[in-house]
Every structure is written in C-alpha cells, then in structure tokens.
C-alpha cells in the first residue's frame, strides 16, 4: 500500500497560481501512473493530470496549457507537483493525489482544496 500526503491548496485569486505536492511512500516500487484529480461540490471527480513511471503525461483538455505535473524520485519517497497557473473560479475544488500499481489499485490522500476567487 502506498501512503500519499498532499500539501500546497489555498486561496487564489483569478489568474493566480499555485503548486500542489503529493509525497508518496510504502510501497512505491509498485507505482505506475501517479496524478492529480479534482472534484467540486455536487460533481464527479475528474481527472486533472497524470503522469507515468516512464514520465509520459496527460492532461484534462481544460488545463492544458496552464497546469504542468512533474515527478521526482528517491530511494524513499516519490513527490509528484503540479504547478498551476492562469487559475480560474472553474479550477475551485478539492485536488486529491492518486497513484495506481499494475493491478489497476489506486491509492489516494486525503485532498487539498484550491479555491479561486472571481
């Protein structure tokens, strides 16, 4: 199992930016695709960015261009970021970090909000 501990939500106002980090530890050598979702009050979670073990990336149509995810490794921790930038009062929901072994089990922490203000 794979513990994951986000950081960095807040209060921004439009056209602000922020960076969320999810630091991954356990049993890291079984992650695969690491990444971001998002779900705002009365909708789905949805996906924001993810980003493999071989560094390929993906991206929600409605970020590209504003948000980039990054990973980082050491012997005891994986660290995923995403940096967002150019926010907008429809980026306003509660980020959580995943991360998937190759039997399609996620793991999740426990979220972050990100609030932009109009």
């Known amino acids: 199992q794979v513990q994951l501990v986000e950081s960095g939500g807040g209060l921004v106002q439009t056209g602000g930016s922020l960076r969320l980090s999810c630091a991954a530890s356990?049993?890291?050598?079984?992650?695969?695709?690491m990444g971001w979702y998002r779900q705002a009050p009365g909708k789905q979670r949805e996906l924001v960015a993810i980003?493999?073990?071989?560094?390929?990336?993906?991206?929600a149509d409605s970020v590209k261009g504003r948000f980039t995810i990054s990973i980082s490794r050491d012997s005891a921790k994986n660290t995923v970021d995403l940096q967002m930038n150019g926010l907008k009062p429809e980026d306003t929901a509660a980020y959580y970090c995943g991360a998937r072994d190759l039997h399609w089990n996620w793991d999740w922490g426990q979220g972050t909000q990100v609030t932009v203000s109009s």
């Open positions: 980003i493999t073990s071989g560094g390929s990336t993906n991206y």
């Open positions: 356990g049993s890291i050598s079984s992650i695969v695709v």
